[in-house]
């Protein structure tokens, strides 16, 4: 489950363009349903390729970035994070009065 964790989002990613390849290799279209072995097959077929070609995107994209965060030593200062909107100095924000009160 964690390797899968890992690597869910490269899934996510490369299953549609995996499919769409299968598919088309296959002579599979979505209007026309094929044989329960040819489904089955591509099925396998786009479920390994999806979890090797997600691995490497893993492997050699991912981590990379994944380093240079753990680098810069930036964890607490993320987008979001509780610590980096209490630090941020931002201006307030304008709200334009509603029409009814330009009246």
Do not use: C, N
């Not at 989002?9 to 390849?21: A, E, Q």
């Not at 026309?32 to 995107?57: D, N």
């Not at 893993?58 to 209490?86: H, I």
Request: proline share 7%; net charge positive; aromatic share 10%.
């Amino acid at each position: 489950m964690v390797f899968v964790g890992k690597i869910s989002y490269g899934i996510y990613l490369f299953h549609d363009p995996v499919w769409r390849m299968i598919a088309r290799l296959m002579h599979l279209s979505f209007e026309a349903v094929g044989t329960v072995p040819q489904e089955v097959t591509a099925i396998i077929a786009v479920w390994t390729i999806s979890v090797g070609v997600a691995w490497l995107h893993y492997r050699f994209v991912e981590t990379r970035f994944l380093a240079l965060r753990k680098r810069r030593g930036d964890e607490s200062a993320r987008p979001g994070s509780r610590v980096a909107l209490a630090d941020s100095a931002l201006p307030p924000i304008e709200i334009a009065p509603a029409p009814s009160e330009l009246v």
